[in-house]
T-cell receptor, first 115, second 111 residues
Framework: GAGVSQSPSNKVTEKGKDVELRCDPISGHTALYWYRQSLGQGLEFLIYFQGNSAPDKSGLPSDRFSAERTGGSVSTLTIQRTQQEDSAVYLC?????????????FGQGTRLTVV | GENVEQHPSTLSVQEGDSAVIKCTYSDSASNYFPWYKQELGKRPQLIIDIRSNVGEKKDQRIAVTLNKTAKHFSLHITETQPEDSAVYFCAAKTAGYALNFGKGTSLLVTP
């Protein structure tokens, strides 16, 4: 596709349920980021995939959060046993190479609402 | 890890005036400093970036300056227009590590 694609655009889930958020990066981009943006707040770093290296998971807020990137392309962010404080927009971004400092392109985000 | 501080959190200017947003970073190895603009309900988009071997970069009405010694960089918008109203994020990156963002500046340009 032409840009970073995220699905679903919106997700409403009941407290305690698990959710999966998907990110399709730009083809050929080896670096992939997940961020969380609460209402009116900044971009909170969650996890960073860099080529075939081990991901930087230092931003994950709890062990309920996990992410994987299969085949160096599509990434899935999983939140287990969702809580109301998990409600936010989850943004994915990708960039051309992890070593070179190049523009990160963002997807449109997934708005998660936990009720 | 990298820590990016951004000021001010909100900024209101009159149309035609200049706006300046300042950021500091903690990791002296950081060598890439992008600025993103996020309009309401939209995704962040890159407006300008600067690398550590450059002290200043300009693109029409926007410019960014970098002081590596002091570890701070700034965004300057001249001749502001109502369509410049948005949230602006600075970021800093070291090669091989994540892109770390400041908390954002909400800019309002009033006609």
């Amino acid at each position: 596709g032409a840009g970073v694609s995220q699905s679903p655009s919106n997700k409403v889930t009941e407290k305690g349920k698990d959710v999966e958020l998907r990110c399709d990066p730009i083809s050929g981009h080896t670096a992939l980021y997940w961020y969380r943006q609460s209402l009116g707040q900044g971009l909170e770093f969650l996890i960073y995939f860099q080529g075939n290296s081990a991901p930087d998971k230092s931003g994950l807020p709890s062990d309920r959060f996990s992410a994987e990137r299969t085949g160096g392309s599509v990434s899935t962010l999983t939140i287990q046993r969702t809580q109301q404080e998990d409600s936010a927009v989850y943004l994915c971004a990708s960039s051309l190479a992890w070593a070179a400092n190049t523009e990160a392109f963002f997807g449109q985000g997934t708005r998660l609402t936990v009720v | 890890g990298e820590n990016v501080e951004q000021h001010p959190s909100t900024l209101s200017v009159q149309e035609g005036d200049s706006a300046v947003i300042k950021c500091t970073y903690s990791d002296s190895a950081s060598n890439y400093f992008p600025w993103y603009k996020q309009e309401l309900g939209k995704r962040p988009q890159l407006i300008i970036d600067i690398r550590s071997n450059v002290g200043e970069k300009k693109d029409q009405r926007i410019a960014v300056t970098l002081n590596k010694t002091a570890k701070h960089f700034s965004l300057h918008i001249t001749e502001t227009q109502p369509e410049d109203s948005a949230v602006y994020f600075c970021a800093a990156k070291t090669a091989g590590y994540a892109l770390n963002f400041g908390k954002g500046t909400s800019l309002l340009v009033t006609p």
